[in-house]
């Protein structure tokens, strides 16, 4: 858990997983990307420009640097397409990090405050462990409301993607 490579394959999978979704969202109509639905996140922008909002949240906290954010529905990009482009920018810039870190880097607990004000500290190597587990919590909502599209689910299973890696 601890092992730096591991949570580098890890990051890579979430990042391979992001951009499948992405491949299928950058073709369809505007007005489905932007439509208000019955789900936790309401749109399928808004769940795409949160994942970004919580990547930049969670460097900030583990550079121990303040952020600017107060809602974690943030529109940072009503374009899909800039919005792809700058995800991978933040996927990039979270690999750097942890390629940067060593054991005790990792292992250190970082204290944060939450956007509702609560405070609390995770050990960097756990950090990075949620920003994964999130982005599969939040591609589980996507796909939810692809199936009101109606969209047939994304493929974002951890065997496609190492199976992918290993054959390249």
Do not use: C
Not at 11 to 27: G, M, T
Not at 53 to 78: A, G, P, Y
Request: net charge negative.
């Amino acid at each position: 858990m601890h092992d730096k490579n591991y949570l580098l394959s890890l990051l890579d999978y979430n990042s391979w997983a992001n951009n499948e979704f992405f491949k299928v969202v950058i073709k369809l109509p505007t007005d489905e990307v932007n439509k208000q639905r019955k789900s936790f996140m309401n749109s399928i922008r808004n769940s795409l420009n949160h994942l970004l909002v919580i990547d930049k949240i969670w460097l900030s906290n583990m550079k121990k640097q303040k952020h600017s954010f107060n809602n974690l529905q943030t529109i940072l990009f009503e374009d899909i397409e800039d919005l792809w482009d700058e995800k991978n920018k933040m996927d990039l810039e979270i690999n750097d990090y942890v390629s940067n870190l060593n054991k005790d880097h990792l292992e250190e607990v970082v204290n944060f405050e939450l956007i509702g004000g609560n405070k609390s500290s995770l050990p960097r190597y756990m950090i990075i462990t949620h920003l994964v587990t999130h982005g599969g919590f939040h591609r589980g909502i996507l796909a939810e409301m692809f199936g009101q599209i109606p969209l047939p689910p994304v493929g974002q299973d951890i065997t496609v993607w190492y199976n992918l890696k290993i054959k390249n």
